[in-house]
Every structure is written in structure tokens, then in C-alpha cells.
């Protein structure tokens, strides 16, 4: 196992043994309706959305950059302001 994997392990058992502490009723107030829910449902949903948005926030992007077309559309190797293979040659 690699240490990320040990990692989330450890982070997803810490968080199931604290959700499982906090069972009590509570009065939650989410925009102007008042309600009594359980602390596991709603720290559940919380820590779902938290990884749901670092997941889209941390993987990695899908396109690939080359480089060297990047360099060639932006200093424009068929421009006429370029030397040619010819002069090139002649100066070195």
C-alpha cells in the first residue's frame, strides 16, 4: 500500500469514528426553515460534498500541452521575418 492510500484510510476511519460519536439531536436552521436532525446525517452529507469537491478540484486536467507546437504558434516558424535553413547554415 502506498501512504496515499494509508492516508485516506486513517482519514476515513477517523471520520467514521467521529460521526458515529456525535448521534445526538440538534436543531439546525439551513436558510429560514428550522428542523431537529441527527449529527450523522448531516456531518455525512458534509463530508460527502467536502470530498466530492476536492476530488473535482485535485484531479488532474485531461488535455496535454506540446510544447513545441506552443513555441511554433506563438513565434511563427513559416513567419518571413525567420531566417531560412540556408542563412542559418551560412552563419554558423
Aim: charge should be neutral; glycine fraction near 4%; proline fraction near 2%.
Amino acid at each position: 500500500m502506498s501512504v496515499k492510500n494509508i492516508l485516506a484510510l486513517v482519514i476515513v476511519v477517523l471520520l467514521t469514528v467521529i460521526i458515529m460519536q456525535n448521534t445526538d439531536e440538534v436543531k439546525f436552521t439551513i436558510l429560514f426553515s428550522t428542523t431537529y436532525l441527527s449529527k450523522v446525517p448531516v456531518m455525512t452529507a458534509i463530508a460527502v460534498f467536502g470530498f466530492i469537491l476536492g476530488f473535482l478540484v485535485g484531479r488532474p486536467k485531461n488535455k496535454k500541452y506540446d510544447i513545441a507546437q506552443h513555441h511554433e504558434d506563438i513565434y511563427g516558424k513559416n513567419d518571413s521575418k525567420t531566417l531560412s535553413d540556408e542563412d542559418r547554415d551560412y552563419i554558423s
